[in-house]
């Protein structure tokens, strides 16, 4: 008897299991136990594979394929750790996908590795009203679970990432540093430009434009292209820290003709670090500005205006939509080891700031409530939790669910296709 023969009743309840019908089946192979030489071959091919990919593009590239890796493994033992501790019945925890290169069991569980590094697995048996389930097991299972069980095993991987994002800040803050936006000076100065007529210099610092302060550069962006034309009174702080008052005759149009005040400077920032207390406090703060930043940058890609953008991106054609057409989009893992050189090449703490971005981004879409993602058992096991009453639980019929899940998952694999194409032909930096 299938569970798709126990699917809920119109009441919502799920019938008891069939003890009397269940002929368990035979016992399963050893497959962990492989002759060696068919284990090697796999593991020996993308071993070269990773090499290649190292010695003939980037070591970053290799360095970022195997974090990515290391970062879907992390996830998936959260999911593991909460399933074991709630009682479930878990039966596999695997590294990679594809061909079983080696394997190893230790009571209920086979633990192991496969040939291809993307990633892991856990399989938790029962996890909705369609999986075939021995009635023996059926008390193990995932849907047999209390709410806050199937509720902590859902969100232990989306954890996992905001967990390690928030390691990755504290070492970049408390460690490495990262670039603070009050600690700029000038990186280097336009020729022919009124930086260098006003005698303007790398290392240098404008303090104050016709009185106002400055803080950032930002700030005296703002109050340059405020002035077109004019003539400033600029107080420059120089590496010395002796300063300057120097009259500027800015331009009237910048380099791409548009109708804003020109000094012609480039930004350098320091780069500052922080007490490990502090890294803590801002680790926390840089966080919720990430989050906030990958939520908003979602909501854009996927706005009229981002997918119009995204388009004109496809079809080579002039962004009509001011989005940033190709640049206001998602990174494959084809895009991600390009950006991870170039934040190699400007620090470790760039670097960790990338990692710590990618988990954040990992969490959040894995909390999209739709299946197969978590947040889609996270909205299945809340909405149960709302319709059951004391002492009846009710069971969601996950296949009403299930068009809703094809259409997004076929609406996310045609913009990750298509994302995937623009990261080999039109990668972002490049």
């Known amino acids: 008897m299938t569970d798709l023969q126990r699917r809920p009743t119109p009441g919502g309840q799920l019938p008891p299991p069939d003890r009397h019908h ?213 107080v420059v702080q120089h590496p010395d820290r002796s300063t300057e008052t120097v009259t500027a005759q800015l331009a009237a149009h910048n380099p791409q003709g548009e109708p804003v005040g020109f000094l012609g400077i480039g930004e350098n920032r320091d780069y500052v670090k922080q007490s490990l207390p502090a890294a803590a406090v801002g680790s926390v703060e840089e966080f919720g500005r990430i989050s906030w930043a990958s939520v908003a940058g979602l909501a854009k890609v996927f706005s009229p205006s981002g997918i119009r953008g995204y388009v004109d991106a496809l079809t080579n054609k002039p962004s009509s939509s001011g989005s940033g057409g190709g640049d206001n989009r998602l990174v494959t893992v084809v895009g991600v080891p390009r950006l991870a050189e170039q934040a190699a090449h400007n620090g470790i703490a760039d670097l960790l700031l990338l990692l710590a971005v990618i988990n954040i981004s990992l969490g959040l879409l894995n909390m999209i409530p739709l299946l197969p993602f978590d947040g889609g058992h996270v909205a299945i096991a809340t909405y149960e939790a709302i319709r059951s009453r004391r002492g009846k639980r009710y069971y969601a019929d996950i296949t009403k669910m299930l068009p809703a899940s094809y259409i997004a998952l076929a609406a996310i694999a045609l913009v990750v296709m298509g994302s995937l194409y623009l990261d080999i032909a039109k990668p972002i930096g490049g």
């Open 22 to 234: 269940h002929v368990p089946g035979p016992p399963p192979a050893p497959e962990g136990q492989r002759d060696p030489a068919s284990a090697i071959a796999p593991l020996f091919i993308v071993v070269a594979l990773l090499l290649a990919l190292g010695y003939f593009g980037s070591w970053w590239w290799t360095f970022t394929v195997l974090a990515l890796v290391v970062i879907i493994f992390l996830h998936e033992l959260g999911h593991f750790v909460m399933a074991r501790r709630a009682g479930m019945n878990v039966t596999e925890f695997f590294l990679g996908f594809g061909p079983r290169i080696w394997s190893f069991r230790r009571g209920e569980v086979e633990y192991g590795l496969k040939a291809i590094p993307a990633g892991a697995y856990v399989r938790i048996i029962g996890m909705n009203n369609l999986e075939e389930v021995p009635p023996e097991d059926e008390p193990r299972t995932y849907r047999q679970k209390g709410y806050w069980s199937r509720l902590s095993v859902a969100v232990a991987g989306s954890a996992m990432h905001f967990l390690l994002a928030i390691a990755l800040l504290v070492a970049a803050l408390g460690f490495f540093g990262v670039q603070e936006p009050s600690a700029w000076k000038i990186s280097g100065v336009s020729e022919d430009s009124p930086a260098l007529a006003a005698g303007l210099h790398s290392g240098d610092r404008v303090l104050s434009v016709d009185g106002t302060q400055i803080a950032t550069f930002a700030d005296l962006t703002d109050q340059i292209r405020a002035r077109p034309g004019q003539t400033v009174s600029l």
